[in-house]
Every structure is written in structure tokens, then in C-alpha cells.
């Protein structure tokens, strides 16, 4: 068992509704320490992918994002949510829903920060249904750019997410998959990885 598996154990909270919660360590306080380890693993995992950028979107991302980029060495871009007025042109943007809030939000991107020379390493805290990745997977084509893989720190290994993203045959490497989890006993079941 890895370190986020065992502070998943310890501190997160299943809930109602498929929703594991992890406010204490991941997306609101934040355990850094953990945050170096998982970017040390991701290092591992990529090794030998030409990474010069890493994409995220807000606001969980941004935190894990940026410890990571030092093991990388890139600079850190992040997706904004948007209101929805009219910033077509100097921006990329995709539609995305989102799992926790039920709603739909315009995601950008501006154009001169991300292009068809980079080689994005595209990084995020939960993969549920992949609607959050794949607004970043659209983003990074419109780019040109490529996309060397891409890094969850947990995933929800039965929402579709996984499947759809990893069918698309992209790098996936989610540092911890939940098979199973049950809100009213509290237990969580990790996929051997
Ligand atoms: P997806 O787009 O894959 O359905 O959901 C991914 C996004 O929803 C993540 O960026 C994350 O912010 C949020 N999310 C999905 N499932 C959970 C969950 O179980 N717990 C928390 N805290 N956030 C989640």
C-alpha cells in the first residue's frame, strides 16, 4: 500500500452519492509531504516522457500541480473556470460538468500558454466520470500540443472515468484506485496496482 492509499484509509470520509471525502490531506488542507511523495512517484511512473508543461484546472489541481512540477522541473498551467461570456479567440474552451457541484462550467485555456510545441503532462486530484479530463484532453488538441500522460491522485475505479480515458490510449497512472467503498461501514477497497 502506497502513502496516499494509507492516508486515504485514515483520514478520508466516504459519503453519500459515490463521494470520498478528503478535505483534511488533499483538496482543501493540504499535506505537502504527501503531495512531494506523489510527485516523486509520478516521476517514477513517467520516466522518459519529454514533459516541459503540466495542465490542471482549478482549484483542487493547483495545489497538487504545483509541488509536483518541481520534480519535473516545468512550469504549471491551469484551466479557469469561466464565466459564460464570449472569450473565444485568444482562448482554448471546453464544457465541463462537474461531479461534486452538478453543474456545467466553460473551462479556458489562453493561447499563449500552451501550443503545439509542448508535451503536457496533465494532472488532477479525482477521476470520477472523466468529464473534468476530457475538457482538458480537448483543450490540449485544439493546442496541438501532445499529451504524455496523465497523473490522478484518486481514482474512482467504478465510475466510468478510468475506463473511457485509458480506452482513448493515453498514460493514465492513478496513484490510488478505489474499487469499492461503502458510506455507511466506512470501508474502502483499493484495486491491487
Ligand atoms: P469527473 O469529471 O471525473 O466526473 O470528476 C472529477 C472532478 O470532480 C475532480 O476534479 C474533483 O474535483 C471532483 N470529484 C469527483 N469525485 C469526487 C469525490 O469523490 N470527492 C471529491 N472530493 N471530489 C470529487
Not at 482543501?28 to 514533459?51: A, P, S, T, V, Y
Not at 489541481?61 to 509536483?68: E, H, L, M, Y
Not at 504549471?76 to 473556470?81: L, P, R, W
Amino acid at each position: 500500500m502506497n502513502c496516499l492509499e494509507q492516508k486515504i484509509l485514515t483520514d478520508g470520509i466516504v459519503k453519500e452519492g459515490n463521494v470520498l471525502k478528503v478535505d483534511s490531506f488533499l483538496n482543501h488542507q493540504m499535506d505537502i509531504e504527501l503531495f512531494n511523495e506523489m510527485g516523486k512517484e509520478w516521476k517514477r511512473r513517467f520516466e522518459g516522457k519529454d514533459i516541459n508543461k503540466i495542465l490542471t484546472i482549478e482549484a483542487s489541481g493547483i495545489g497538487i500541480a504545483c509541488i509536483v512540477a518541481q520534480h519535473f522541473g516545468v512550469p504549471v498551467v491551469f484551466a479557469k473556470k469561466a464565466k459564460s461570456i464570449n472569450l473565444e479567440g485568444e482562448m482554448y474552451t471546453a464544457e465541463v460538468e462537474s461531479f461534486t457541484h452538478k453543474n456545467k462550467n466553460k473551462v479556458i485555456v489562453a493561447k499563449k500558454f500552451l501550443n503545439e510545441d509542448d508535451r503536457v503532462l496533465i494532472i488532477d486530484d479525482f477521476l470520477a466520470n472523466g468529464c473534468a479530463l476530457q475538457g482538458l484532453i480537448q483543450i490540449v488538441q485544439a493546442a496541438g500540443a501532445s499529451i504524455e500522460g496523465i497523473g490522478i491522485a484518486i481514482e474512482k475505479g467504478f465510475q466510468a472515468g478510468g475506463r473511457i480515458i485509458r480506452n482513448f490510449g493515453f498514460q493514465l497512472e492513478s496513484l490510488a484506485i478505489v474499487e469499492d467503498m461503502n458510506w455507511e461501514t466506512g470501508e474502502i477497497k483499493f484495486r491491487e496496482q
